[in-house]
């Protein structure tokens, strides 16, 4: 494997770590009643490659799955996402 594939690999496992852990940290903060992580924050963090951490996140413990106001940004951050990394990896139409 590469340095460029395995330290984007890294980039996206850490940073998907990182984003399960906020939006679980989330969930809880607003079962409690506590302050929350801003939803620019959640989303920022999408677009840097937490998004599949997220998205595990808040499919396991049923955060923002109904909220569309916060689901359609947050599809657009992992697509952009996606693209950008398939760009920076050489992919290629055609």
């Known amino acids: 494997m590469d340095a460029p594939w395995l330290a984007m690999a890294a980039w996206l496992i850490a940073a998907s770590l990182v984003g399960l852990v906020i939006a679980a940290i989330d969930k809880r903060q607003a079962q409690r009643g506590l302050g929350r992580v801003p939803e620019a924050a959640l989303l ?24 569309a106001a916060f689901l359609v940004p947050f599809v657009l951050c992992a697509l952009v996402n ?9 992919v290629r139409p055609g």
Do not use: D, I, N
């Open 82 to 90: 996606g693209l950008v990394l398939a760009w920076l990896l050489g």
């Open 44 to 67: 920022a963090l999408a677009l840097l490659g937490g998004w599949p951490g997220e998205l595990v996140a808040f499919l396991v413990v049923r955060h923002k799955t109904r909220k």
